[in-house]
Structures are given as C-alpha cells and as structure tokens.
C-alpha cells in the first residue's frame, strides 16, 4: 500500500490521492495532499525527536484549543488517532487553510505585534490551570557547559576538515560564530540559580509570526506549529518571541518600538515580575552561547536549509556580548514606565 492510498482509506479521502512537497520549514518534510474532488489537506512528517513525544505535543495542541485559544488541530483518522504511522515514519494530517495572511517579519503592523503579544498572554494565562499530562518533562533554564564546550571543540575540527584552507564563507562564519561562543563560555560564571523564575507552565514553545495567521485587520485567527511544546516559567517563552518577533536580529530604535508595545501588552494582560524577566533575559541569552545548532545541522546532518539563520545568529550573539546590560535595562525599562 502507498501512503497516497492509505490516506485515502484512513482519512476516508476521495481518490485518487496526491502529495506535492510544500515549500517552507527548515527541520521537517511538508507536503499538500490533494484529492479527485478537490479537497486539500496539510501533512506533516514528523521528525523522530517530536515523534517521541507527540502525545505531549496533541496534548497541548488540545488543551489551548479547549480554552478558546484558535490552534489548528490534527484530523483524526479511522482509529480516532491525530496522527499515523506509516513505513516507520509518523505523520500528523491538518486542514488546509486557504484563506489567510502571513506577514513578513519585519513588515508587522502595530496591530499584529499587539495581537501577538496578547494571544501569547492569554495562552499563558490559560496554561496556569493546565493539568500537565504525566509524560511532561518540566525544562528549566540550565545548561552544560562542559558538553557545549565539547561540540564547539568537535564542530571546529570538522570545519577544518571540510575547508582546510578556509576559503568558504560559510565556513569562515562558523568559525568566528564558535570561537565567540566559546570565549564566553570560558569566562561565564553565572548559573541556573542565579534566576528568578515563575513556576513552569504549558508553552507554545516556538511561538512567533511565522506560526500564526492573520486576518485583514491584524488579529491573529490560527496558531500552528506545537512541535516544541514544552513546559518552561512564561518568561523564557515572552523573551523568546520577543527577540524573534520585534528583533530579527536588528537593533535599532524601529526594532525598539516594536519591543515595547509587545512587552506593554502583554503585561497589559497578564503581569511580568520585573526580576523574572531579568533572569529570562540572561538565561536565553546565555543560553544561545551554549547553542551549536545551525553548525551542527549544517556540517553533521547535511541540512543547508538552516544556513539562512547563520549571519543573523552571529549579529545576536555579537551585539549581546558588547551590549546585554543596556539591552537589558531598555526592555526592562518598558515594564517601569507604563
């Protein structure tokens, strides 16, 4: 049996069955499934670390729906399961959304960083009273130094042994994007408890712009994309989305603006204790220095899709090392002059 047929009888899809690859997605394979009666559907192939946990990921996925939050949920097939294993792949079905607006980041209206930041408020808001299923793994803010350390050493060997001579760009990048992360290493003496964090709820995990749709006036209508769900204090989540949604890796006064009107709404909403955002603050960003994903993704599992965030990574890491105190203090500042 072919997956085109299997997807026509569990899913009870008017054959014939057709699956296109669908551009987009930088650590999973996507397709779009089409049917002789011109039915279009979303399908996710999962990679084996979310297929591990993907009862964690429905799970959540579930229960934000239930509270009112608009998460596009999974079809469930015959067997009343949201997903399915197929040649010893799992894959996830979705309904196709044909009728929405995705912006691109740095051209979010005023109304869409506001509609961000209070949907994530509210989402947090709901997750305090989430019962976490048993088979949740509660993440906090530390790291291992010794093991970061370990690939940066391992990740540097093999660049010079892909590129002796050091002629390619990308390579070039790799190298000084490594050695910054292990200067700091070297010389970083603050630990996981040196923060002062919330309790741990239930987050989106990866949420941003790129994971919601819009409607013509800016509100968000679908959130996407649960795979990183976990369980983390709010404030890891807030900084997360915040350095991606209002940053992109640029810090001028424009990028600014925008962190301020997210930070104020949301806490418009849902309160952010002062010395809980620091401590988020440091431990992300402490955090990204420990962090060999792109180099690893690139040089160990051939994935040249994720060179794309290699320039913008190294401008972050660089403008924290130099800047973080006043980086800091400015979006602190947004909580104190409300």
């Known amino acids: 049996m072919t997956l085109e047929e299997y997807l026509s009888i569990e899913y009870d899809l008017a054959a014939p069955v057709t699956i296109r690859p669908f551009s987009g997605g930088f650590l999973t394979e996507n397709s779009v499934i089409e049917t002789a009666s011109g039915q279009r559907h979303f399908l996710k192939k999962q990679r084996e670390s979310v297929a591990q946990k993907i009862d964690f990921i429905e799970s959540a996925e579930i229960f934000f729906f239930e509270n009112d939050i608009p998460v596009i949920l999974p079809i469930k097939n015959k067997q009343g399961s949201l997903h399915f294993v197929f040649d010893s792949q799992t894959y996830t079905l979705y309904p196709m959304i044909e009728k929405y607006v995705q912006i691109e980041r740095d051209s979010l209206s005023n109304e869409q960083v506001k509609s961000l930041a209070e949907t994530l408020a509210k989402m947090h808001m709901k997750a305090a009273s989430c019962q976490l299923p048993d088979t949740a793994t509660v993440a906090d803010a530390r790291w291992d130094t010794e093991k970061a350390l370990g690939k940066i050493n391992a990740l540097a060997r093999l660049i010079s042994e ?76 807030i900084v997360r989305a915040l350095l991606l949604i209002c940053f992109n890796h640029k810090y001028t006064e424009k990028e600014f603006k925008k ?80």
């Open 162 to 237: 892909t590129d002796p001579d050091g002629n390619e760009e990308f390579g070039e990048l790799c190298r000084k994007s490594l050695q910054l992360k292990q200067d700091f290493l070297y010389s970083n003496r603050i630990t996981s408890s040196n923060f002062n964090l919330s309790r741990p709820v239930l987050t989106h995990g990866d949420f941003h712009d790129q994971n919601v749709f819009f409607d013509l006036e800016g509100r968000i209508t679908h959130i996407f994309d649960f795979e990183k769900a976990e369980v983390v204090p709010k404030e890891l989540e």
């Open 259 to 338: 962190a301020e009107l997210f930070i104020k709404s949301y806490a418009h909403l849902n309160p952010i204790p002062i010395d809980e955002l620091r401590g988020a603050l440091s431990a992300h960003v402490i955090k990204a220095f420990h962090s060999t994903w792109i180099e690893g993704e690139h040089y160990r599992h051939g994935n040249n899709r994720v060179d794309v965030f290699m320039q913008g990574n190294f401008d972050t890491l660089r403008y924290m090392d130099a800047n973080f105190d006043s980086f800091c203090q400015k979006i602190l500042s947004f909580l104190t002059d409300r």
